[in-house]
């Protein structure tokens, strides 16, 4: 996980991850708009967010923003190292994916989709 110009990390508040989840549910279509990895027996992100467990890491940046990094894990799949370390699946498509939101923005960036093995 690379944060650029990052300063220091933070654990996110509540309200940090209200604003994050309200960003990701009213920005991730258009994000999305490439489909990469999704469709054929692969979930599309956007139409199934209810669907993944999240893991959330904070950031500031050397401006001062406040940037949340979003793991996000197909519930199905559930990895029990999720509440004890950052989950790093190769391959999977859909199933696995990440995000960076920049919460003093409002803004999305750095959508990684996994690959299909």
């Known amino acids: 996980m ?3 110009n990052e300063k220091g990390r933070y654990t ?3 309200d940090d991850i209200y604003l994050v989840e309200n960003i990701i549910k009213n ?3 258009k994000a999305n708009v490439d489909l990469l990895n999704q469709g054929e027996g692969c979930p599309i992100i956007h139409k199934r967010l209810k669907k993944y467990t999240r893991q ?3 950031f500031e940046n050397t401006k ?3 940037i949340i990094y979003v793991n996000f894990v197909w519930k199905d799949k559930k990895d029990e190292r999720l509440s004890k370390d950052i989950v790093i699946v190769k391959d999977g498509c859909s ?5 960076k939101v920049n ?3 409002a803004i999305l960036y750095d959508l ?3 690959g299909r093995a």
């Not at 199933?95 to 995000?99: A, D, K, P, Q, R």
């Open 12 to 14: 996110p508040s509540d």
């Open 112 to 114: 990684q989709i996994n």
């Open 103 to 105: 919460i003093s923005q």
């Open 27 to 29: 920005s991730i279509e």
């Open 2 to 4: 690379n944060i650029e």
């Open 64 to 66: 001062g923003e406040k």
């Open 95 to 99: 199933y696995y994916w990440s995000i």
């Open 56 to 58: 959330y890491f904070g």
